[in-house]
């Protein structure tokens, strides 16, 4: 497995199509699932650059932070709370273009302004979710939900 992740300038969909076979090289090989977490959510900061990367895990009624990249966050989310609660109770992922205007969004940090949540499915139940913020308002779209999505369920 290569080390260095290869960064590529383009669209949005090009990016995500030289990063996920990296993604999955990355993976391949690997069953520890907390590596596997973190190497993904560092493959998709250092890709994008975005301000917060990172899972949070279903334990019994709450989402409880794991691997990320970026500033401290909260550490545990009830089930419908927040925009990752929320992703979670609906199963789907949601997109958030201005998080001030999600009613309930948990603001870990003030310079965040747009998000997405993509939760993790495993034979049909969900484990936690991928959370994506950006400090630009507006920053995700469909594009982002069709390939992230692709990119959670190589973690499943
Ligand atoms: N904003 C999220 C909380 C997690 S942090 O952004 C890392 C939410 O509303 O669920």
Known sequence: MAEDLQIIKGTKAEQYEALIPQIKGLLTGESNLVANLANTAAALKEQFGWFWVGFYLVEN????????????????????????????????????????KFPGHIACSSLSKSEI??????????????????????????????????IVALLA
Request: hydrophobic share 35%.
């Open 61 to 100: 009624d709450e989402l409880v932070l794991g691997p990320f990249q970026g500033p401290v966050a909260c550490t545990r989310i009830r089930k419908g709370r927040g925009v990752c609660g929320s992703s979670w109770e609906q199963a789907r992922t949601l997109i958030v273009p201005d998080v001030e």
């Open 117 to 150: 949540v993509v939760p993790l499915f495993k034979e049909g139940n969900i484990w936690g979710v991928l959370d994506v913020d950006s400090s630009e308002y507006n920053q995700f779209d469909e594009t982002d939900q069709q390939y992230l999505e692709q």
